[in-house]
Nanobody, 120 residues
Framework: QVQLVESGGGLVQPGGSLRLSCAAS????????MGWYRQAPGKQREQVATISSGGTTYYVESAKGRFTVSRDNAKNTVYLQMNSLKPEDTAVYYC??????????????WGQGTQVTVSS
């Protein structure tokens, strides 16, 4: 069984920073792409940033220059450093990972979500 546990959300003022973390645990053989998605009230879930096992990154246009995704492969953990936060960044942020289990199954796993609120 595989679990993704997120931490680091909260309330921050516009222009502030937050760092999200997501640790994967369980019967993991390998992890390919890890990343972050978000869903604001009344909107569809959108991809925010991803990072491959080799370190290739992708960012949604609105996150470029402000957010940085990174990972620690030894800890099966992905991070999202968010700077210069704006009210429109307010959403529930979900961690995602493409994991191969030791039983040979490859699936897409999701964290439980962490709330990020940007407000004065």
């Amino acid at each position: 069984q595989v679990q993704l546990v997120e931490s680091g959300g909260g309330l921050v003022q516009p222009g502030g920073s937050l760092r999200l973390s997501c640790a994967a645990s369980g019967s993991i053989a390998s992890i390919r792409t890890m990343g972050w998605y978000r869903q604001a009230p009344g909107k569809q879930r959108e991809q925010v940033a991803t990072i491959s096992s080799g370190g290739t990154t992708y960012y949604v246009e609105s996150a470029k220059g402000r957010f940085t995704v990174s990972r620690d492969n030894a800890k099966n953990t992905v991070y999202l450093q968010m700077n210069s936060l704006k009210p429109e960044d307010t959403a529930v942020y979900y961690c995602n990972a493409q994991i191969m289990t030791i039983m040979g199954d490859r699936n897409n796993y999701w964290g439980q979500g962490t709330q990020v609120t940007v407000s004065s």
